[in-house]
């Protein structure tokens, strides 16, 4: 296959672990945290700055490269890989999600989801062989399943029904996804809201599946990060990712917050993605290690001291907090771009440093070292 997960070492005091997830383009470290590139970019970054911060595989959405520029033309480039110049892993989310979040657009059915263009507002059907073709000809490395999202806010029957629909819907792309295709990994969806017992219902059917064709090459987690305090979301995490296989990636699908990464890596989560620090930096706010800071604050007005004068990223070492408070006061986009550049940057060597303690067999050390810095205070 070439797709395969080295289990490289597991840690004595949680469930947290180091792997290696091999794809075609190229092994990707776990624990790892995913940029997105929504649009086939990630906004304000090149693809040499992300190799520059050592990105290891990025996101993109297939609603909106569907939309915009299409599908049919992202495969006529060649694929993203090439359309986009990213020569690294690339994993692309079903869409699924931002159908949902725009529901009064929506029409659910039993079959698939006919939905209006936020471009135009032309009608549009998808089933969930239509979806897997769409994301076959976008080509990314991992593709995950068409799935419903129950709102927070939904009785648990409605989430009873999502589970069902959303179980039914993984073994139709299952089917529909061609199966000589050893390049690119379909990952069903767990879903149950913040019900243990749905989500065990949600991971026996995905576990069927499994038994009727093959082989899952991971499995990706949803339906958390949605509105829900982050202490509820860890009373059944665990449990949901120690119910999955050990031997294949586990994918939380959303999750960016700093803490609640460090917290999901001893949860056992293996892969993580989300748009909060480049929509974060574009409100002139800044991940650092005294916790979030708001450049917009006027007590940088005077502040010439580093952004974060432990982070060694390029921003930290060449600009000061008053320049860059000058930058996003004045909306200027340069600000955006730079504090996306120290976002991700600060992000991606979190997880490094996560790794790097597992390897030490250290990662309970930094855990509890992490929860009592002011780093910790970013929720």
Avoid at 22 to 27: D, I, Q, S
Avoid at 143 to 152: G, K, S
Avoid at 163 to 170: I, N, R
Avoid at 305 to 330: E, G, M, S
Wanted: charged share 20%; aromatic share 8%.
């Amino acid at each position: 296959m070439s797709f395969t997960f080295e289990l490289l070492k597991t840690d004595e005091g949680s469930a947290a672990r180091r792997g290696r997830f091999n794809t075609p383009h190229g092994a990707i470290e776990t624990p790892c945290f995913m940029p997105v590139g929504t649009e086939a970019t990630v906004k304000g970054i090149t693809v040499d700055e992300l190799h520059e911060i050592h990105a290891q595989m990025i996101l993109s959405n297939t609603y909106h490269l569907y939309l915009r520029p299409g599908a049919d033309i992202v495969k006529e480039a060649g694929g993203l890989h090439k359309f986009m110049n990213w020569d690294g892993p690339i994993l692309t989310d079903s869409g699924g999600f931002q159908v949902f979040s725009l529901a009064e657009t929506l029409k659910l059915e039993e079959d698939g989801l006919a939905f209006s263009s936020i471009v135009d507002g032309s009608k549009h059907f998808w089933t969930p062989a239509d979806n897997m073709a769409i994301q076959e000809a976008l080509g990314a490395d991992v593709i995950m399943q068409l799935d419903q999202c129950a709102a927070i806010d939904v009785s648990k029957d409605e989430v009873a029904k999502a589970v069902q629909l959303s179980g039914k819907w993984a073994r139709e792309c299952v089917q529909a996804h061609e199966p000589h295709r050893e390049e690119q990994a379909l990952f069903p969806i767990v879903q149950g809201g913040l019900h243990e017992d749905l989500r065990m219902e949600s991971i026996g059917m995905i576990m069927d599946i499994e038994k009727d064709f093959g082989r899952h090459p991971g499995f990706g987690i949803g339906g958390y990060s949605v509105g829900e305090p982050h202490e509820v979301m860890f009373q059944t995490l665990p449990h949901v990712a120690a119910a999955l296989p050990a031997d294949r990636p586990r994918y939380l699908m959303g999750v960016g917050n700093p803490t609640t990464l460090v917290q999901g890596v001893g949860a056992g989560i293996d892969l993580f993605d989300c748009v909060l620090p480049t929509r974060t930096a574009r409100t002139g706010t800044a991940f650092s290690s005294e916790g979030r800071l708001n450049l917009r604050n006027a007590k940088y007005s005077r502040d010439f001291t580093p952004l974060d004068p432990k982070c060694h990223c390029k921003v930290c070492t060449q600009y000061t907090r008053a320049y860059l408070r000058h930058l996003v006061n004045r909306k200027e986009m340069l600000g955006s771009i730079l504090l996306s550049y120290h976002n991700l940057y600060y992000l991606l060597n979190l997880m490094e440093e996560v790794r790097n303690a597992l390897d030490r067999g250290e990662y309970g050390k930094f855990l509890t070292e992490w929860m009592n810095s002011p780093a910790a205070n970013d929720y």
